[in-house]
């Protein structure tokens, strides 16, 4: 596509729930990451996604956070068990992949904001 | 491991004004720098980058930002802003080398006031 897309684009969840939030990164794209902005805050590296392979996961912040790309496009981040500190906006960014591609910045899509009620 | 300190957290000027947002920054390797600006419910969009050459930089929107390899800034600045340029900014850090993980700043809310 044309750009970075998330959804939803918000998402109400009760403490406890899981939830699973969509990125689809820009075609041809191989890399792709994760980012959380908590409010107030600039955005936290969360995972780095080099092909299907995730490349650099040391951002996840707990075990109850996965995220996937099972086909090297669509990714998906879940959380388990929410709680209301996990209440942020989380982004997305893609960029042209592999390797010492030091010049690109990323493209960030619009994010999903989560609220955990 | 990287750090960056964006030292202003709110900027109000009046419109046709000029504006500075300062950045510094601390890493025991060399970086990329960056200046990403996000407008009200959207993402981040990238206003200007340092690679390398020139330390002076220009950017979209008239904005450019310098270089200062002793002081370890990277201000951004634009001589005159208009009420669109209301949005937030944050300064971004990457070890060159790397092709992942921005650091970013806390950000600094640039208000253009009539």
């Known amino acids: 596509g044309a750009g970075v897309s998330q959804t939803p684009s918000n998402k109400v969840t009760e403490k406890g729930k899981y939830v699973e939030l969509r990125c689809d990164p820009i075609s041809g794209h191989t890399a792709l990451y994760w980012y959380r902005q908590s409010l107030g805050q600039g955005p936290e590296f969360l995972i780095y996604?080099?092909?299907?392979?995730?490349?650099?996961d040391s951002g996840l912040p707990n075990d109850r956070f996965f995220a996937v790309r099972p086909e090297g496009s669509v990714s998906t981040l879940k959380i388990q068990r929410t709680e209301r500190g996990d209440s942020a906006v989380y982004l997305c960014?893609?960029?042209?992949?592999?390797?010492?591609?030091?010049?690109?910045?990323?493209?960030f899509g619009s994010g999903t904001r989560l609220t955990v009620v | 491991a990287q750090s960056v300190t964006q030292l202003d957290s709110q900027v109000p000027v009046f419109e046709e004004a000029p504006v500075e947002l300062r950045c510094n920054y601390s890493?025991?390797?060399?970086?990329?720098l960056f200046w990403y600006v996000q407008y009200p419910n959207q993402g981040l969009q990238l206003l200007l980058k340092?690679?390398?050459?020139?330390?002076l930089v220009k950017g979209i929107n008239g904005f450019e930002a310098e270089f200062n390899k002793s002081q370890t800034s990277f201000h951004l600045r634009k001589p005159s802003v208009h009420i669109s340029d209301t949005a937030e900014y944050f300064c971004a850090v990457r070890i060159r080398g790397s092709n992942y993980k921005l650091t970013f700043g806390k950000g600094t809310l640039l208000t253009v006031n009539p």
């Open positions: 890493s025991s390797v060399s970086v990329y």
């Open positions: 960014a893609s960029s042209p992949g592999g390797g010492q591609v030091q010049g690109y910045g990323y493209t």
């Open positions: 996604f080099q092909g299907t392979g995730a490349a650099d």
């Open positions: 340092y690679l390398s050459g020139s330390t």
